[in-house]
């Protein structure tokens, strides 16, 4: 639930928190779901980890009424055909082959969105319920459920806008095979010598945005945006407290016509400790590209641009459709 979703949004590095506006808002701020004006479908695809890992999302929004909207989505990140090799030795010390089997392990998240309108003029809010689901090959399983919530503001060409992940905190209760951990328990000393805890907490998180929506002549425009992420907790961002971590992130969409779009944006703002044991600021620098063209909307972004390995590089591709034109 961290990585984020809809490629346009991750080529700005996801400085949408203000500004996100269409059916992919249910992720990044709920509030964002009142700007929608008919229905809208989005997917999107991303490979991690030079393929091993597959990451998918699904979502659908629509207005209800004039004052206030839904939407839903659903996210996979799964990694599968993982080898099994616990019993690759046999009861006799020999090695076979055909004793290793193939697992998956994947995360799923189901979330409900909803946006209303306030009484004040530019001003609306929503709430995410999210039901989230965990699965390792036949060894352990979660369920989990937890709440966010977002609000938006918009005044003379300025949009603010606050999204609380996890507001109450996220529960995950864990399922563990106690058979098929008793086959690994003493597979090594003085590890995995006892069951892990059956129950994951994923605490608040916080992200405040400010954006502005500029028009040139010749039909074009530039949309600025930054956000503040913030843990309440120290971390190693580059502003980290014992009582909130900051981490930053700007993100800039140059558009034509609103036909066609380049994106940029650097964020991951990160103390890292060298071998030398001395400290630089690490950041993370995206780019993307989107064409839009009678409510088909198709995005690209390349992520991890600054990493040192280029196994991490992310290609992402995501499609986004307004149902309006089927009509």
Known sequence: MNIGVDAAALGMSNAVTASTNDVNAGYWNPAGLMKLEDSQASLMHASYFANIAQYDYAGFAMPIDSESAWGASIIRFGVDDILNTTQLIDSEGNIDYNRISLFSTADYAVTFSYARRLQVEGLHYGVNAKIIRRIIGDFASSWGFGFDAGIQFERNDWMIGLMVRDITTTYNIWTIDEEAFAAVQDAVE????????????????????????????????????????????????????????????????????????????????????QLDGSDKVGFQPNIGLGFKYRGIQIDYALTDLGDQSAALYSNIFSLKVDLGIFR
Request: aromatic share 10%; no cysteine; hydrophobic share 45%.
């Open 190 to 273: 003085g590890q995995n010598q006892e069951l892990p805890e059956s129950s994951e907490l994923t605490l608040p998180k916080a992200q405040l945005g400010v954006a502005r929506k500029f028009l040139f002549h010749n039909d074009m425009s530039l949309l600025a945006a930054a956000n503040l992420n913030m843990r309440f907790a120290r971390t190693n961002d580059i502003i980290s407290t014992d009582i909130v971590s900051i981490d930053p992130a700007l993100g800039f969409e140059f558009g034509y016509t609103d036909l066609v779009f380049l994106r940029a944006g650097v964020g991951n703002f990160q103390n890292v400790q």
